[in-house]
């Protein structure tokens, strides 16, 4: 096995994935949905919802329970989790109107360098949807996969390969919310 430091060290970016779609709605009221993650299961590829169990729902420093789904099939050769799992993450950032965002959290509560935001823009007759994804230094579980389940060239494929994943699920994400912001 080679030395993970392309992983782990300060500054890194492992994962990054980002788009943004033009919404017929107000920024308010996109606000409105998009912090409330309890919903999630009406436009996320693997989050189901889930369940606030700390701070006030929606705050900086509250903490949201996720529950999540993978299908065998998303890059089918990886060792990652299949079928359900849950995740904690801590709202880092709450602006109504203009951004949400939110890092996973290890085991321990401690704030990893795993970060979602949805960013709002308004503009003619709506707003601006920018979804985002950055993963700095790996996660305590990607820390273990890429220790003790892939050697280099398994984990530049993975890298690679998780990369395509997360843009493609963050399209489809945006897609799936742009549809329940503008059906009402």
């Known amino acids: 096995m080679s030395d993970l430091t392309a ?3 300060e ?3 492992t994962f990054e ?3 943004e779609t ?11 949905t998009v ?34 789904t993978r299908g065998t099939d998303t890059v089918a050769w990886a060792p990652v989790i299949r079928g359900p799992w849950q995740t904690e993450s801590e709202v880092v950032e709450a602006v109504p109107g203009k951004v949400f965002r939110w890092v996973v959290l290890d ?12 960013e709002i823009e308004p503009t003619a007759g709506g707003c601006v949807l920018v979804h985002h994804y950055r993963l700095g230094r790996l996660t305590e579980g990607l820390s273990k996969i890429f220790a ?17 994943k997360l843009s493609q ?16």
């Open 11 to 13: 500054g890194v970016t």
């Open 148 to 164: 003790a389940g892939l050697d280099e060239a398994g984990r530049e494929r993975f890298v690679r390969e998780w990369n395509a």
């Open 169 to 184: 699920d963050i399209r489809t994400t945006l897609d799936h919310l742009k549809y329940v912001l503008e059906k009402d």
């Open 35 to 68: 912090s409330d993650l309890s919903r999630s299961g009406e436009w996320s590829v693997e989050c189901r919802g889930g369940t606030w169990v700390e701070g006030a729902p929606r705050t900086v420093g509250a903490i949201f329970r996720g529950e999540n």
């Open 107 to 118: 085991s321990a509560r401690r704030r990893q360098e795993s970060t979602w935001s949805f």
């Open 7 to 9: 992983y782990t060290t």
């Open 22 to 32: 033009f919404v017929a709605a107000s920024p308010d009221k996109v606000y409105d």
């Open 17 to 19: 994935a980002r788009a």
